[in-house]
T-cell receptor
Framework: GQNIDQPTEMTATEGAIVQINCTYQTSGFNGLFWYQQHAGEAPTFLSYNVLDGLEEKGRFSSFLSRSKGYSYLLLKELQMKDSASYLC??????????FGAGTQVVVTP | GAVVSQHPSRVICKSGTSVKIECRSLDFQATTMFWYRQFPKQSLMLMATSNEGSKATYEQGVEKDKFLINHASLTLSTLTVTSAHPEDSSFYICSGTSGTGELFFGEGSRLTVL
């Protein structure tokens, strides 16, 4: 079985930083993904971590600790267009990708 | 980057009819295709995994006779919702991988059953 937990909603102001945490319990871990999804659209890939540590990509960074079953997505210099749902997804060793419920980020002026 | 083309993007049908959704990988060979369903304000729920040339593996609670998946070639997979009912109204989305690890999503199909 597998559990993936992330907060339901977070609100932050434009220009601020927001950190979205994701904890998971799984067997056969083979990487953790973060996706951004705007309402009514397909998810878009943000980041992929398979080893422990921080991956930085522009305004977005993602961290993974496999021993703790923990990841976070850090969004810096928030912009209004960053208002979206952010999905944490864990991949099994046999390839299946399981999604968390998503965190709705609301950016206010 | 690689592209998965999914059609139709929106479909409205009457209760009791069948609807087919297609996903085509345009510039890679999708050895595996995952089919997801997403209800409003919920996350993507995996329905089934299909490997080219094999029968699909369905997740628990997903009726294989209702959601027919065909993956006859490395560039085409289809999902047919048979005898659709209003509770089947949802956002259906496919994602393909060539086995390299990267996963590419289709644009999604919004199904409304009247």
């Amino acid at each position: 079985g597998q559990n993936i937990d992330q907060p339901t909603e977070m609100t932050a102001t434009e220009g601020a930083i927001v950190q979205i945490n994701c904890t998971y319990q799984t067997s056969g871990f083979n990487g953790l993904f973060w996706y951004q999804q705007h309402a009514g659209e397909a998810p878009t890939f943000l980041s992929y971590n398979v080893l422990d540590g921080l991956e930085e990509k522009g305004r977005f960074s993602s961290f993974l600790s496999r021993s703790k079953g923990y990841s976070y997505l850090l969004l810096k210099e928030l912009q209004m267009k960053d208002s979206a749902s952010y999905l944490c997804a864990v991949r099994h060793s046999w390839g299946k990708l399981q999604f968390g419920a998503g965190t709705q980020v609301v950016v206010t002026p | 980057g690689a592209v998965v083309s999914q059609h139709p993007s929106r479909v409205i049908c009457k209760s009791g009819t069948s609807v087919k959704i297609e996903c085509r990988s345009l510039d890679f060979q999708a050895t595996t295709m995952f089919w997801y369903r997403q209800f409003p304000k919920q996350s993507l729920m995996l329905m089934a995994t299909s490997n080219e040339g094999s029968k699909a593996t369905y997740e628990q609670g997903v009726e294989k006779d209702k959601f027919l998946i065909n993956h006859a070639s490395l560039t085409l997979s289809t999902l047919t919702v048979t005898s659709a009912h209003p509770e089947d109204s949802s956002f259906y989305i496919c994602s393909g991988t060539s086995g390299t690890g990267e996963l590419f999503f289709g644009e999604g199909s919004r199904l409304t059953v009247l």
